[in-house]
């Protein structure tokens, strides 16, 4: 049967999964960036830059096999692949002992998400089916990143107690053995709820039919279709300002004399905003509509870029994050729920992994982007730079993105 309320008891051990998949990635949040200042001394942003583009490139690829080899061969076998992928990288990180290891972590690490991430998803939307998709994504999405703000402000305090290396990551091992536990032992297959949910279908236009391709798919989710091309290129700059985020903002701070404590509490609190506020934003969705919402979100985020660019204390980065945070939290779940509304569940997954891959090629955008700008001419430059490249995106989906409220459905 589809539903919350029917699958309940699974959908809460995915929610719990995907908590531990974003407590991986936040292992490396706050005391990457400093540990390729502080001890393999890169002075080049675009040189330190280097580990958040091999993540993303390696997580936007496999986002897109994702997709495809869950509806080929299953949810669980891709999910607990992901898991695999992620054992060799806290070692790694650990003992690395020059920059190309921690490279080739994050080119790992990439991999594991992007199987781990993006199967936790198309469960999730496997099991609601149609009428709670932006409730769904909420959750999945709040946990993830709930699990990343709780572990970046914990390395935070543990990079300051014990040091950068080894303790951050000996946490960050915690996770991916619980987290291979529990998606053995109690996830179950969820591919039968999206073949079921087919049978009663009613494809959102003549070309989104449930024979396509999977050419067809990704030239329907990337270009053809108003809404999926609309909500691709969102995905594409929300996540290239998030690695700009992730990559400059703690050198940033720890330049203008913050400790890495106070570091910690600024890179926690913008994914934490983001995390708690799509237990909200993703309901809204179904009830409000998906455009506006997107739309809203792109701008606020561009805002607190803007604050960061121009301040120089913690206060107004605080002031910031949480602006980041709240906009995040606005267009993360409704993205994906707007996929959800449009593509076929026959290839919905594939879809899905579509769009993630050009969501997360922002993460290599963002760190290529802002690496060169920094270089040329500083961080504020950089920030400012990426925050009108924000406010333009919203723009697009304004102007692109047709106003029907898939979300009532």
């Known amino acids: 049967m589809l539903g919350l309320r029917q699958n309940l008891a699974q959908f809460i051990l995915l929610v719990a999964v995907n908590a531990l998949v974003g407590a991986t990635l936040g292992q490396e949040r706050t005391v990457l960036p400093l540990l390729a200042t502080d001890a393999f001394h890169l002075d080049l942003y675009t040189s330190a830059l280097t580990y958040i583009l091999a993540f993303g490139l390696s997580k936007a690829a496999t986002n897109y096999f994702a997709g495809t080899l869950s509806d080929r061969f299953g949810r669980k076998p891709v999910l607990l692949a992901g898991w695999l992928a992620a054992i060799p990288v806290p070692p790694m990180l650990i003992f690395g002992p020059a920059w190309a290891w921690i490279v080739a972590a994050n080119v790992l690490l990439g991999i594991s998400q992007g199987l781990t991430w993006s199967t936790t998803v198309v469960m999730k939307m496997d099991l609601v089916g149609p009428y709670r998709r932006g409730l769904a994504m909420g959750l999945n999405e709040a946990a993830g990143y709930l699990g990343l703000a709780v572990t970046a402000l914990a390395t935070g305090y543990l ?61 329907l989710t990337s ?43 600024l890179a926690a609190a913008y994914p934490a905003v983001w995390g708690a506020g799509q237990l909200f934003t993703g309901a809204a969705s179904d009830r409000w509509g998906r455009k506006w919402l997107i739309v809203a979100g ?48 026959a290839w919905r997954a594939r879809s899905v992994g579509v769009y993630r891959l050009w969501r997360d090629s922002g993460f290599a955008a963002g760190a290529l982007l802002s690496g060169v ?26 102007f692109r993105m047709p106003g029907r409220n898939h979300g009532t459905r």
């Open 223 to 265: 270009f053809r279709d108003r809404s999926l091309s609309a909500v691709s290129q969102a995905g594409m700059v929300n996540n290239l300002n998030d690695g700009l985020a992730w990559g400059l903002f703690p050198v940033l701070f720890a330049g203008s004399g913050l400790g890495v404590g106070q570091i910690g509490v």
């Open 298 to 345: 792109m701008l606020v985020q561009a805002a607190g870029l803007a604050i960061v660019a121009a301040s120089h204390s913690f206060g107004p980065w605080l002031a910031a994050a949480l602006l980041l945070g709240t906009g995040t939290a606005m267009v993360y779940p409704t993205l994906l729920a707007a996929i959800g509304d449009v593509a076929h569940p």
């Open 159 to 219: 990079a300051f107690a014990y040091g950068l290396r080894p303790a951050p990551f000996l946490l960050g091992a915690a996770y991916i053995a619980l987290g291979l536990a529990l998606s053995v032992l109690t996830v179950r297959e969820t591919r039968h709820h999206a073949l079921l949910e087919a049978k009663a279908h009613v494809d959102a236009h003549r070309h989104a039919h449930g024979g396509l391709t999977n050419r067809e798919v990704f030239t």
């Open 373 to 398: 700008l920094a270089d040329l001419y500083g961080i504020p430059a950089a920030v400012g730079a990426v925050a009108a490249l924000t406010a333009a995106s919203g723009l697009v989906v304004a």
